[in-house]
């Protein structure tokens, strides 16, 4: 467990906010609250958050995405918790919450009830859709990442194919956090707090708007990224010896000459029709063709620290298995141990930046269920 930057010292230090998440997005933006200093309550049912408990592929979203918190547990379906509930969040600068639609409105949890009482309260609500013709819709983010776009531009023609992460999950916490963070600032301003709305589709949306922005100036359908017409001739993973994979990207005429001599190829850094980008685009099924015939013999062991001496741009193909050895993510400290629930350790993977030099660490062990229940409702006014 790392400790870089002590809680006082951080951004958010005095700043407490209780969630009630789960999943992926509200605990992401929770996280990103809590390791910026903030004091950040987890509320959690009896017999804790669901999420700890997940199979698969859902396996690490607890520990990823809960580091820096404290667990209370509340049965907030009862008039005891409910009580426990709103006096924790008399406490609060800021409430997070990520359930379905009409939920917490139910159960007086809502902006609307709470801001009557509290008007400095900032509150932050993660959804599917903003308020429009799908809010009351469920959503998961592989529902809007059909729906924006993103599966249609990652996967072959006719073979739609989902990121290989809860992108707007964790992007949609960021963008709540972003929002908390706009709102704190304000609210030094006018003493006043308000409700901020994060939602996935919008969030995709974002992602995709590169590609709205495209067909909007071309007239044309943007073709599906493995089909797509590329702005650079050589942008490609190219199979070497053994079977390993590369990508190899030369995206100016300086660099695709470095690239033809460091593989020999004098024929086509000399060649008049690959004088220029422009002209090697045109040329481009042919070129990378022919390149993959030279690189099907090399060695990527003997390639890479030629490609890194010629200032290539290139990159192996990562497992995320192998990134828990990554000498860079390693010696950048942005994977260090965690603390478990259950005594065992994690490598965590940190926020990606430093604030004046200081890596926002791991303060805390990953809270058990309910771990700080007596104490943080033991420290409430009576």
Known sequence: MTDTASASSLPLAGIRVIEFTHMVMGPTCGM????????????????????????????????????????????????????????????????????????????????????????????????????????????????????????????????PLRAGTSVNDIMGGMFAAIGVLAALQERARTGRGQEIQSALFENCCLLAAQHMMQFQMSGEV???????VSAWSVYDTFTLAGDEQLFIGAVSDKQFEALCQVLGRDDLRTDPQMATNALRVERRPELVRTLGETL????????????????????????????????????????????NDDDSTSQVVLLPLLLGGRRPGVRMKLPAIGEHTQEVLGSLPR
Do not use: C, W
């Open 32 to 159: 990103i609250l809590a390791d910026l200093g903030a004091e950040v309550i987890k509320v959690e049912p009896p017999g804790g958050d669901k999420t700890r408990r997940l199979p698969g592929l859902g396996m690490g979203f607890f520990r990823t995405f809960n580091r820096n918190k404290k667990s209370v547990v509340l049965d907030v379906q009862t008039p005891a918790g409910l009580e426990s509930a709103r006096a924790l969040v008399a406490s609060a600068d800021v409430v997070l919450e990520n359930f379905r639609p009409g939920l917490m409105a139910k159960l007086g949890l809502d902006y609307a009830t709470l801001s009557a009482e509290h008007p400095a309260l900032i509150y932050a609500s993660h959804k599917g859709f903003l308020p429009g013709p799908y809010e009351k819709r469920l959503a998961l983010d592989e529902v809007v990442q059909n729906m924006a776009g993103l599966t249609y531009m990652t996967g072959p023609k006719g073979r």
């Open 222 to 228: 943007p073709p599906p990224f493995p089909s797509r």
């Open 296 to 339: 099907a013999s090399v060695q990527a062991e003997a390639l890479v620290p030629r490609l890194e001496a010629a200032g290539i741009p290139y990159a192996p193909v990562v497992r995320p298995d192998q990134l828990v050895e990554d000498p860079h993510l390693i010696a950048s400290g942005g994977l260090v141990d965690m603390v």
